[in-house]
């Protein structure tokens, strides 16, 4: 089976990893975390929250900013992401990072009381199995929430908020941070393609697909996964 990323962040080397944290610190992504944390912080105030494909966890520290109640939990194929999140949560107590996929965890059945995952869910090669592993950790009468773009974006809006966002930093940096986005941009599914996907999965009656900006960029999906 073709992979649409993951084999590539399984075998992710550890400077890649870090390479990806330093690139994706901008300004417009830690500004898209902090909105991501407050949204979250309005919807559940205690509990178990698990970030899904967290990478180099910076949007569970965000979180944590926000509500230090919380017991965080981040899930991530790839070793090396995770290497970098356990030095980016070193401050944080109440965090449990482990190394696995989505499609079959061993997390208890009904344990969450919020699951979210940001940029990671046009990764997965099993989208539906994901979606299910998610509903069966989930608690009863709790959401997930799935960051992540979509095909259909404004391109011209797209390319002056690029502008702005990274309007202070050095030449190097502006050609570095793009490529990350830009390929995530090139692979991701259509708002069709992603209501297919969830229609096979055991959240089809319960889910709302909204449109949104994040970090000023207008490319972002919030898609609410109930489990009623
Ligand atoms: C583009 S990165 C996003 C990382 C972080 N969430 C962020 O917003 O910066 C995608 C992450 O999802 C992870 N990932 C991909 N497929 C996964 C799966 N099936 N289960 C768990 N993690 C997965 C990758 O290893 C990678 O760290």
């Known amino acids: 089976m073709k992979t649409r990323g993951e084999k590539q962040y399984i075998n992710m080397p550890r400077f890649a990893a870090k390479l990806y944290d330093n690139l994706t610190g901008v300004k417009g992504v830690n500004k898209s975390f902090e909105e991501i944390a407050v949204f979250i912080g309005n ?21 944590h900013k926000n509500n230090s109640l919380l017991d965080l939990y981040g899930l991530d194929i790839s070793a090396s992401m995770l290497d970098v999140a356990k030095q980016n949560l070193k401050a944080v107590k109440n ?30 090669d099993k989208p539906v199995e994901g979606l299910n592993e998610i509903f069966r950790i989930l608690k009863q ?18 390319k002056a908020r690029l502008k ?22 090139s692979i991701t599914y259509s708002i069709t393609e992603y209501e297919n996907i969830i ?14 900006d994040l970090g000023n960029l207008p490319v972002w999906l919030r898609i609410e996964l109930r489990k009623d």
Do not use: M
């Open 141 to 158: 009468g709790k959401s997930a929430y799935i960051f992540d773009t979509y095909k259909e974006y404004d391109k011209s809006l797209l």
């Open 95 to 124: 965090v449990n990072l482990q190394v696995g996929n989505i499609t079959g965890t061993d997390y208890p059945a009904n344990f969450f009381d919020c699951i979210v995952t940001t940029g990671s869910f046009y990764n997965w």
């Open 43 to 63: 919807s559940v105030k205690q509990g178990y929250l698990l970030d899904v494909g967290t990478g180099p966890g910076r949007l569970l520290l965000e979180i």
């Open 199 to 212: 229609r096979q999965s055991v959240f089809k009656e319960n889910y709302t697909i909204h449109q949104i």
């Open 164 to 185: 702005e966002n990274l309007k202070d930093y050095s030449i190097i940096r502006k050609f570095l941070s793009k490529p990350f986005l830009k390929k995530q941009l």
